[in-house]
């Protein structure tokens, strides 16, 4: 009988495929190789006029460089202790402060009620909302030629037509309201045209549904049309709060290039500017405009904030 050999053959062991995750670098690249190119000119653009001048600003803001850039000398934060030592940099920031609280609560409203007529007329409705948004297309210094003519006490059409002999843009009490009036005029058209957008997308069922329950107008306006408009008058409010501390066009042209009946009018801009081409202190007024870009930004990131914490409390 022959032996049988027990000797056991070792198997082929074949390698399996290793399934590796995409690393967070790889998924990146791949997104870039997509779309990459597509935002590769506007982030060329956006750092070459946007982050470079904001650096050479920071870093002007530590030296003291005048106009012709001569002699700049490094002076650490000297720069900024005397922007927060100064009493006309603190005058300004309250006049824009100022017109920023009458601003923006009157514009709110006012294009929010402009959209609400502008969504239930029947008739010509592309007329009406030509008329409220036509202002808005004007160039800033033509809206401000054209309201300080009216506005003029001699020959303006506001105090003819109300009998008024006010002297709108020469008195103290009154210089800031003029260009108040003047803003919520030109500015209105576009919180109108977001406002209409929003009020077009609400679903026409919940109104016939509230409506068949005994609902009339005022109680489908505030527990549906609000509610619906929180988020976009949320948006409104901050885009106004922020153009409004940024005015300067307006408050300027309508007041000469001065700062108003007792400097009752020179924005914080205004100042910045005063400062950098006037004064030629070109290393203090930097500082006083990344004073000015930490103001602005505390404002966004607090309505970020807000809107989240709302957001989390809704869930």
Not at 171 to 186: F, R
């Amino acid at each position: 009988m022959s032996a049988v050999d027990t000797r056991l053959t070792p198997a082929v062991v074949r390698p399996v495929p290793v399934v590796h995750a995409d690393s967070a670098r790889a998924r990146l690249a791949r997104r870039f190789q997509h779309g990459g190119w597509f935002v590769a000119p506007f982030l060329a653009l956006f750092a070459l006029f946007v982050l470079l001048p904001i650096g050479h600003g920071l870093w002007l803001s530590f030296t003291d460089a005048n106009i012709s850039g001569a002699g700049e000398r490094f002076v650490g934060l000297d720069n900024y202790r005397e922007a927060l030592d100064d009493p006309l940099m603190w005058d300004s920031l309250g006049h824009s402060a100022y017109f920023t609280l009458l601003v923006v609560p009157c514009i709110v409203l006012l294009a929010f009620l402009l959209a609400v007529l502008a969504h239930h007329i029947e008739r010509a409705k592309w007329l009406w909302r030509l008329c409220f948004f036509a202002p808005f297309l004007l160039p800033s210094t033509v809206a401000a030629n054209l309201w300080q003519w009216l506005f003029n006490p001699g020959t303006g059409m506001i105090n003819h037509v109300f009998g008024l002999e006010t002297p709108w843009l020469t008195q103290k009490s009154t210089a800031m309201i003029a260009i108040v009036i003047t803003t919520l005029w030109w500015t209105v058209g576009f919180s109108f045209l977001l406002f209409l957008a929003a009020l077009q997308n609400i679903p026409q069922h919940l109104y016939e549904a509230a409506s068949l329950d005994g609902a009339n107008a005022w109680h489908r306006m505030v527990h549906i049309t609000l509610p619906m408009l929180r988020n976009i008058t949320g948006l409104v409010v901050t885009l106004q709060i922020l153009a409004s501390l940024q005015v300067f066009d307006q408050a300027v042209v309508m007041q000469d290039f001065g700062p108003g009946p007792e400097e009752s009018t020179r924005t914080f801009v205004q100042f910045t500017l005063e400062e950098g081409f006037t004064a030629y202190r070109v290393g203090y007024a930097s500082a006083i405009s990344i004073i000015f870009f930490l103001i602005i930004a505390v404002v966004a990131l607090g309505r970020m904030w807000l809107l989240r914490t709302r957001e989390e409390g809704a869930r």
